[in-house]
């Protein structure tokens, strides 16, 4: 796994370079909080790169939070990071701050030319949620404004760019507004808001949401964290990875601990998820799995093809 000695690690991301190499972007906060829950108020935007998925070197941190006063002067949270077609590295993430004590999530970007420094782009948040379809901050039907974890993908149309938020709608029972949010843009600079890609279907949030295609089937992959749940990593086939989806249709992906995981390729043996390790036995984890390889099949959904899990350890010595 990838596990630091004084630091938790949580949402992970994953982008591949010119030469092959892989550089995973991960939420960590310093284990000095002793608290676990105190870490989303701490979190900053960490990099490792690997050449396998699993032995990991870690590089100087891709972003922290910014100093205030600044939408994002709190803490960076889960995003996703996409090559444009100049060449140049987008890392689109999440920012609360302290004006509103956290509690109003925003997608800022910022860019790279090696994916290494990183520059936010501008002062101001990049995508922000839209009243007309999605429940802004409402203390009395849910305890955060969600417009979260940003997942960016090319259209395969080749019409722009498609953005997947985590969000909730603006009608219906509070407790199971989560929807997918959705957003456009022509050149991942400007975007406009969209109607969701979902309807409601009884969760409160759809995390970390992902598009891919497996086995010739576009998936949706997403997480809650509900203590009316005892899953906690789902599943959505659906007709294209542009959507709609139907949540409804959801099915588990069966492990106990994984949380926030990602689909990555793997080079020969299809598919993987790579996630990291929540609450075992009581105690909070913090640390990143090898890849799991996975298959869809339609009768059974995303199964693990090989029994266990496997984890790596990080190098602690960094890049000057």
Do not use: K
Not at 138 to 159: C, I, K, L, N, S
Not at 254 to 269: C, G, K
């Amino acid at each position: 796994m990838l596990r630091l000695p004084d630091h938790w690690v949580w949402d992970s991301w994953y982008a591949r370079d010119d030469d092959g190499a892989w550089h995973a972007f991960f939420l960590r906060a310093s284990r000095a909080l002793l608290d676990p829950e105190r870490r989303h108020h701490r979190a900053t935007i960490g990099h490792a790169v690997s050449t396998d998925l699993r032995s990991w070197r870690l590089l100087p941190d891709a972003l922290v939070a910014a100093d205030a006063p600044a939408w994002d002067d709190l803490a960076t949270w889960t995003g996703c990071t996409v090559r444009g077609p100049d060449g140049r590295w987008y890392l689109f993430y999440t920012g609360v701050g302290r004006a509103e004590r956290g509690l109003v999530q925003r997608i800022g970007l910022a860019v790279s030319d090696d994916l290494v420094s990183w520059h936010r782009h501008g002062t101001d948040p990049l995508v922000e949620a839209d009243p007309t379809w999605y429940e802004l901050l409402d203390p009395t039907a849910w305890y955060e404004q969600a417009w979260r974890d940003p997942w960016v993908f090319a259209d395969p149309d080749g019409d722009g760019w498609h953005m997947l938020v985590t969000a909730r709608t603006n009608t219906g029972p509070a407790a199971g507004r989560g929807v997918i949010g959705h957003a456009t843009s022509p050149d991942l600079l400007h975007w406009t808001v969209r109607p969701p890609l979902s309807a409601p279907a009884g969760f409160g949030h759809l995390e970390v949401p992902q598009v891919a295609v497996v086995d010739g089937q576009p998936l949706l992959l997403f997480c809650t964290n509900s203590d009316t749940l005892t899953d906690r990593v789902w599943v959505v086939p659906g007709s294209s990875v542009t959507g709609p989806w139907d949540v409804s249709a959801a099915r588990p992906f069966a492990h106990p601990h994984l949380y926030a995981p990602r689909l990555v390729p793997l080079d020969d043996t299809g598919w993987g998820l790579i996630g990291f390790l929540n609450y075992v036995d009581g105690a909070f984890v913090g640390e990143i799995t090898d890849p799991l390889p996975v298959a869809y099949h339609p009768a059974a959904g995303l199964v693990a093809h090989a029994p266990g899990r496997a984890v790596l350890t990080a190098s602690t010595e960094r890049e000057p």
